[in-house]
């Protein structure tokens, strides 16, 4: 057998053992090895290489017990048998891949052990879920859907594409191997298209420092990716320009990455730069989507409140002032954990693309006039109110005698080449340990607290 990839073919037997069967043969003929995984959930078929007997009694579980519970229940005992069997397998080097067919139940049972394989070994989904909302099968690993057109059934157009997907996971599980090269240190960054110039700027810095950059879209699965990379200890410091799912946790929208967002460098202790690239927007899908209420708001001009059409696939809703300052509130509450140095960087021009008071192609905004996002300080019309009210909702909350925690306040836009390099090396001075709280409050776009009215008005300590 040696060299030829060894591919495990998983689904309810039962129910898709025809469909699963020529699929093995299909990568037999093309040059794999099969083992054929059963994880029926209503009868045992008996002719699986790793039989459904076999995953139960990982659980202490028997076919005739399971088959008697409601399905959910039998299929979560399943899949967790599954998953230790599958985890000593790839632990030994004994699974090039994995390829399953099912609808929904097979779809949610196979993908779940999926998502426990490490990263980079080839996963591919037989799905009739996969033309519609992926994210709770594919989460955050690298696992590729195929819509097969038909339910079920061995037919001319079905077979054409089961071969296609023997094909594709044998050809993945052949893959050469990536040629050896010099491992670096990898830093996460976070992006939006609104955020893009930013990011660019910041990663292209590391680069030529010598490392790597890890750039997510801030989607929300981007998000949860990083959150969890950063857990398993492959990031050694944090970028975390764009912070927009935060906004989508509090307020709504579709980027939503969960609770933990903004959580995991400060639990691990590694470096971190913050700011609040996409904290101006709510994101929804196309305009139909977006909650009546917020129409409503813009129509009464509530300040602040604009709905925007990024594409056609993509509505954004910017936040109002007050809003800003709830979402300051948490952010602080998140930063206050950090165990590692921890910088927030507040840019007072603008936030985003559509968040600067006037049209600057190189920010991101052609015009005319300012961005739909706009909303100018009233004492101070170039800087945003917007940021002002989100500094005012962090500093209610922000532990800022905290030695590892400081805030810093830039007179620049977030695209700003400036900003950028700003944040690139409070990080890199972070990584090289020189970095001190304080360090860079002397530059000329660097705003002292002192300096602010609206620090004035409600502080007599200056901690700046």
């Given at each position: 057998?040696?060299?030829?990839?060894?591919?495990?073919?998983?689904?309810?037997?039962?129910?898709?053992?025809?469909?699963?069967?020529?699929?093995?043969?299909?990568?037999?003929?093309?040059?794999?090895?099969?083992?054929?995984?059963?994880?029926?959930?209503g009868?045992?078929?008996?002719?699986?290489?790793?039989s459904?007997?076999?995953?139960?009694?990982r659980?202490?579980?028997?076919?005739?017990?399971?088959?008697m519970?409601?399905?959910a229940?039998?299929?979560?005992?399943?899949?967790?048998?599954a998953?230790?069997?599958?985890?000593?397998?790839?632990?030994?080097?004994?699974?090039?891949?994995?390829?399953?067919?099912?609808?929904?139940?097979?779809?949610?049972?196979?993908?779940?052990?999926?998502?426990?394989?490490?990263?980079?070994?080839?996963?591919?989904?037989?799905?009739?879920?996969?033309?519609?909302?992926?994210?709770?099968?594919?989460?955050?690993?690298?696992?590729?859907?195929?819509y097969?057109?038909?339910?079920?059934?061995l037919?001319?157009?079905?077979?054409?594409?089961?071969?296609?997907?023997?094909?594709?996971?044998?050809?993945?599980?052949?893959?050469?191997?990536?040629?050896?090269?010099?491992?670096?240190?990898l830093?996460?960054?976070m992006?939006?298209g609104?955020?893009?110039?930013?990011?660019?700027?910041?990663?292209?810095?590391f680069?030529?420092?010598?490392?790597?950059?890890?750039?997510?879209?801030?989607?929300?699965?981007?998000?949860?990716?990083?959150?969890?990379?950063?857990t398993?200890?492959?990031?050694?410091?944090?970028?975390?320009?764009?912070?927009?799912?935060?906004v989508?946790?509090?307020?709504?929208?579709?980027?939503?990455?969960?609770?933990?967002?903004?959580?995991?460098?400060?639990?691990?202790?590694?470096?971190?730069?913050?700011?609040?690239?996409?904290?101006?927007?709510?994101?929804?899908?196309?305009?139909?989507?977006v909650?009546?209420?917020?129409?409503?708001?813009?129509?009464?001009?509530?300040?602040?409140?604009?709905?925007?059409m990024h594409?056609?696939?993509?509505?954004?809703?910017s936040?109002?002032?007050?809003?800003?300052?709830?979402?300051?509130?948490?952010v602080?509450?998140?930063?206050?954990?950090?165990?590692?140095?921890?910088?927030?960087?507040?840019p007072?021009?603008?936030?985003?693309?559509?968040?600067?008071a006037?049209?600057?192609?190189?920010?991101?905004?052609a015009?005319?006039?300012?961005?739909?996002?706009?909303?100018?300080?009233?004492?101070?019309?170039?800087?945003s109110?917007?940021?002002?009210?989100?500094?005012?909702?962090?500093?209610?909350k922000?532990k800022?005698?905290?030695?590892?925690?400081?805030?810093?306040?830039?007179?620049?836009?977030?695209?700003?080449?400036?900003?950028?390099?700003?944040?690139?090396?409070?990080?890199?001075?972070?990584?090289?340990g020189?970095?001190?709280?304080?360090?860079?409050?002397?530059?000329?776009?660097?705003v002292?607290?002192?300096?602010?009215?609206?620090?004035?008005?409600?502080?007599?300590?200056?901690l700046?």
């Amino acid at each position: 057998m040696a060299g030829r990839p060894k591919i495990i073919v998983a689904g309810i037997l039962d129910t898709k053992g025809n469909e699963i069967q020529f699929i093995a043969d299909r990568i037999r003929a093309m040059g794999g090895y099969t083992t054929i995984l059963e994880l029926s959930v209503g009868k045992e078929v008996g002719w699986a290489d790793i039989s459904l007997s076999e995953v139960l009694k990982r659980k202490g579980q028997h076919t005739d017990e399971i088959f008697m519970m409601e399905r959910a229940k039998a299929a979560d005992l399943v899949v967790e048998g599954a998953v230790d069997l599958i985890s000593e397998l790839s632990e030994r080097g004994e699974i090039g891949g994995m390829i399953a067919c099912g609808g929904s139940l097979g779809t949610s049972m196979a993908t779940r052990i999926m998502q426990t394989l490490p990263i980079g070994v080839p996963k591919l989904m037989l799905s009739t879920m996969a033309s519609g909302n992926v994210r709770p099968y594919v989460g955050t690993r690298d696992i590729c859907m195929l819509y097969p057109i038909a339910e079920a059934g061995l037919n001319a157009i079905t077979r054409k594409i089961f071969n296609n997907a023997a094909a594709a996971i044998v050809g993945m599980a052949s893959a050469l191997p990536i040629p050896p090269t010099e491992e670096k240190p990898l830093i996460g960054c976070m992006m939006f298209g609104a955020t893009t110039p930013a990011v660019i700027r910041a990663s292209r810095y590391f680069e030529e420092k010598g490392y790597e950059v890890l750039i997510n879209h801030a989607v929300g699965s981007g998000g949860r990716s990083m959150e969890e990379l950063i857990t398993e200890g492959y990031i050694v410091g944090m970028l975390d320009i764009t912070t927009h799912e935060v906004v989508a946790q509090l307020l709504g929208g579709v980027f939503i990455a969960g609770p933990d967002r903004l959580s995991a460098a400060g639990r691990k202790g590694i470096p971190q730069v913050v700011s609040t690239g996409g904290l101006d927007m709510i994101v929804f899908g196309p305009r139909d989507t977006v909650p009546k209420k917020f129409e409503e708001e813009e129509l009464r001009g509530i300040a602040g409140r604009v709905i925007h059409m990024h594409n056609p696939a993509v509505s954004c809703v910017s936040l109002t002032p007050d809003e800003a300052c709830i979402v300051g509130q948490h952010v602080a509450e998140k930063l206050n954990s950090a165990e590692g140095p921890t910088v927030i960087c507040i840019p007072l021009r603008g936030w985003g693309a559509y968040d600067i008071a006037g049209p600057i192609l190189s920010l991101g905004w052609a015009g005319p006039g300012p961005g739909p996002f706009w909303v100018g300080d009233p004492e101070k019309p170039e800087w945003s109110l917007r940021a002002r009210r989100f500094f005012e909702g962090l500093r209610g909350k922000l532990k800022l005698k905290k030695s590892n925690l400081e805030v810093l306040i830039v007179d620049r836009h977030i695209n700003e080449p400036e900003f950028a390099d700003l944040m690139a090396k409070l990080l890199d001075d972070m990584l090289s340990g020189t970095w001190k709280k304080g360090s860079q409050r002397n530059r000329p776009d660097t705003v002292r607290l002192r300096q602010l009215s609206w620090w004035k008005k409600n502080n007599h300590e200056d901690l700046s």
